[in-house]
């Protein structure tokens, strides 16, 4: 099983993490709890099955860092049903933009490193671990 070590945003120690320590609570966030201050850090992502899992999935299989137009098209490839412009067979940008937005957010499973330029973070990557785990 992959750890990462990540830096506790309450206390500033780093603390090893594996897909174990994720906890999911009953409003559908996922909390990883640090060793040493035991302070709960909530991160809201996604369900495999939601958009921002899909993405995820699909952030994933691009080489890093990405561009957000690499990351629209590897997603509309996906699910083109959940990604595509009604009525049309084209991508709808504004969907998965507006996720990456809510990913890419403190603690969240995306790191903006540029101008619209993305990578997996390492709490990204335990998600994509828990999700093959329970699959």
Avoid at 45 to 65: H, M, N, R, V
Avoid at 93 to 116: F, H, I, W, Y
């Amino acid at each position: 099983m992959n750890t990462v070590t990540i830096q506790c945003p309450t206390c500033g120690r780093p603390f090893v993490a594996t897909a174990d320590d994720i906890r999911t609570a009953n409003d559908g966030s996922f909390r990883l709890r640090c060793k040493d201050c035991r302070r709960p850090r909530y991160r809201v992502t996604a369900f495999p099955g939601s958009a921002a899992g899909i993405i995820l999935a699909a952030a994933a299989d691009l080489p890093e860092p990405f561009g957000l137009p690499a990351l629209v098209m590897a997603a509309w490839r996906a699910r083109p049903d959940r990604f595509g412009l009604d009525g049309y067979d084209h991508p709808d940008s504004n969907r998965v933009n507006s996720e990456v937005v809510k990913m890419s957010g403190p603690g969240g499973t995306l790191e903006r490193v540029g101008v619209r330029t993305y990578r997996v973070t390492p709490f990204g990557r335990l998600k994509l671990e828990s999700y093959t785990a329970v699959a």
